[in-house]
Nanobody, 111 residues
Framework: QVQVLESGGGLVLAGGSLRLSCAAS????????MGWYRQAPGKQREFVAR???????TYADSVKGRFTISRDNAKKTMDLQMNSLKPEDTAVYYC?????WGQGTQVTVSS
């Protein structure tokens, strides 16, 4: 089973930046589709970004041009660089490694 651990959340002013990281165990990391999802209070969990083993990426329209997802297969890590943050980006952000989920990390953007 893949263990997943997020880090890097916090409080930031609107327009600021944060970088989230996700570490995943498992010998087949390079073949796993990795992704970020988020859940705001009172809302359903939603897709943010995805990256496959070869590096191809997909983004939700709401974050295109502001967020960048990347992965390092040798280190078994995935990052999400979030720039130009908006108050509506406030949510708990979850890392997904295949069908395995982390516990989430809080991101709060104040206006």
């Amino acid at each position: 089973q893949v263990q997943v651990l997020e880090s890097g959340g916090g409080l930031v002013l609107a327009g600021g930046s944060l970088r989230l990281s996700c570490a995943a165990s498992g010998s087949i990391f390079s073949t796993i589709v990795m992704g970020w999802y988020r859940q705001a209070p009172g809302k359903q969990r939603e897709f943010v970004a995805r990256i496959i083993g070869g590096g191809s990426t997909t983004y939700a329209d709401s974050v295109k041009g502001r967020f960048t997802i990347s992965r390092d297969n040798a280190k078994k890590t995935m990052d999400l660089q979030m720039n130009s943050l908006k108050p509506e980006d406030t949510a708990v952000y979850y890392c997904a490694a295949g069908n395995n989920w982390g516990q989430g990390t809080q991101v709060t953007v104040s206006s």
